[in-house]
């Protein structure tokens, strides 16, 4: 937790969190509240490994981000190149 807080002091630090189901999701607001992260600076996205596995979990993680009020943030590059390694 003091790192988490030394990078969250900073102001600059984004915090972003993969998601793959709903205890992903409260494991993670745990940390967001026990952490105090500035809520702006926090990105939920999607576990996946393949384009169709983005677009399965992405409405859900999308939604998930809403409900926590915080950023989603999609993985472009599995949807441009698939799982690819070095995209």
Do not use: N
Not at 47 to 69: D, G, I, K, Q, Y
């Amino acid at each position: 937790k003091q790192v988490i807080g030394t990078l969250r002091d900073t102001g600059k630090a984004y915090f972003k969190f993969v998601l793959a189901d709903e205890a992903d999701e409260r494991e993670v607001l745990g940390w967001v509240e026990a952490c105090q992260l500035p809520r702006e600076r926090v990105l939920f996205m999607p576990e996946a490994r393949t384009a169709p596995e983005l677009r399965e979990r992405s409405p859900w993680v999308a939604a998930a981000a809403l409900r926590a009020r915080v950023r989603f943030s999609s993985r472009l590059h599995l949807e441009l190149y698939g799982g690819k390694r070095g995209t």
